[in-house]
C-alpha cells in the first residue's frame, strides 16, 4: 500500500508513511479520507515520512488538504505541527507555502523519523 496511516492517541499523533512511487492524488486522498472519518486528526501533530518521495506535489491540493484541516479545528488559532521527514534541503523553501493554506499548523523538516518524534516531543513538551 502506497499509504499508510497509524495514529497514536495517547500521544495524540499521526505518521504517515508515504512509499516510493506514492503519486500526490493516492496521498491526498488518503489524508482526506482519515479526517473525514476522524476529524479531530486535525488537531494532532503529524509526522509525514515521506519515503518517496512524492514528486508530483499539487499546489491545488496542498490548499485543499489545508482548508480541510481548518474547516475543522475547534480552536484556529491553537499552533498544531507536522514535521516531514526528507533529506531534500531546499524542501524548507516549499513548506512556505504549504504552512500558507494550514492557518496555524506549521510545517518543518527532519532528516529521519526519530528526527521527526524527538521534534514534536520538544515542540509539545509542557
Known sequence: MPVTIDTDEKLQRVIVTVSEGTRWASFEAATLATIAKEPDLSE?????????????ID?????RIGADFQRRVRDPRRRTYTVVVTTDRYFDTWLRVVDMNHGA?????????SAACALIDKLTAD
Open 59 to 63: 499546489v491545488a491540493g496542498v490548499a
Open 105 to 113: 499548523r506549521k510545517h518543518l523538516t527532519a532528516p529521519t523519523l
Open 44 to 56: 494532532w501533530t503529524w509526522i509525514i515520512d515521506d519515503r518517496g518521495p512524492i514528486e508530483d
